[in-house]
T-cell receptor
Framework: KAGVTQTPRYLIKTRGQQVTLSCSPI?????VSWYQQTPGQGLQFLFE???????NKGNFPGRFSGRQFSNSRSEMNVSTLELGDSALYLC????????????FGEGSWLTVV | GESVGLHLPTLSVQEGDNSIINCAYS??????FIWYKQESGKGPQFIIDIRSNMDKRQGQRVTVLLNKTVKHLSLQIAATQPGDSAVYFCAENRGAGTYKYIFGTGTRLKVLA
């Protein structure tokens, strides 16, 4: 069974631009969550989606948004990029119910210059 | 890719010895815990999990211990190998109905040959 797939793996953007990251969950998994990982803050929860609905959101500004499609694939978008948005963005999938094991993809490395 | 967690606490262990990595969790209501291993340039990889109705769980070469009284989790790795070198994170979840995980800061394990 294929794991969680994230694209692109690496990208460089300029301050003020926007970026869209994509995630395909493990087959059969209906929940997708996103995390930001930085050296200073560690792994921080961004949001979680199930059946195209956001069920929970972390403490990030409104520039961070996401969505989920009917096939459970998800995207996250960051608008008006700031230097501090440079991070590894991780997508994780799980079956659904909360209190499930979440499995991570390899992440998308975003550098903002 | 970059390395995340450049200033993590580090545990150095001789190859063949046992390793113990500790984690203090934050919320007494958390009832599901996972240990992840993250190698450089990769996403976190599931190692082992435990629910709050247990105090010990064993896997292949790994054991997780849970002490709810003091909100403490530990990961024991038997006969540590060079391939075990990585950053290890604990994650806590507050169970069904909650969809985000809170991650510890991580511990870097270095295996000395």
């Amino acid at each position: 069974k294929a794991g969680v797939t994230q694209t692109p793996r690496y990208l460089i953007k300029t301050r003020g631009q926007q970026v869209t990251l994509s995630c395909s969950p493990i087959s059969g998994h209906r929940s997708v969550s996103w995390y930001q990982q930085t050296p200073g803050q560690g792994l921080q929860f961004l949001f979680e989606y199930f059946s195209e609905t956001q069920r929970n959101k972390g403490n990030f500004p409104g520039r961070f948004s996401g969505r989920q499609f009917s096939n459970s694939r998800s995207e996250m978008n960051v608008s008006t990029l700031e230097l501090g948005d440079s991070a590894l963005y991780l997508c994780a999938s799980s079956l659904a119910t909360g209190g499930d094991t979440i499995y991570f993809g390899e992440g998308s490395w975003l550098t903002v210059v | 890719g970059e390395s995340v967690g450049l200033h993590l606490p580090t545990l150095s262990v001789q190859e063949g010895d046992n390793s113990i990595i500790n984690c203090a969790y934050s919320n007494s209501a958390s009832d599901y815990f996972i240990w992840y291993k993250q190698e450089s340039g990769k996403g976190p990889q599931f190692i082992i999990d435990i629910r709050s109705n247990m105090d010990k769980r064993q896997g292949q070469r790994v054991t997780v211990l849970l002490n709810k009284t003091v909100k403490h989790l530990s990961l024991q790795i038997a006969a540590t190998q060079p391939g075990d070198s990585a950053v290890y994170f604990c994650a806590e979840n507050r169970g069904a109905g909650t969809y985000k995980y809170i991650f510890g800061t991580g511990t870097r394990l270095k295996v000395l040959a």
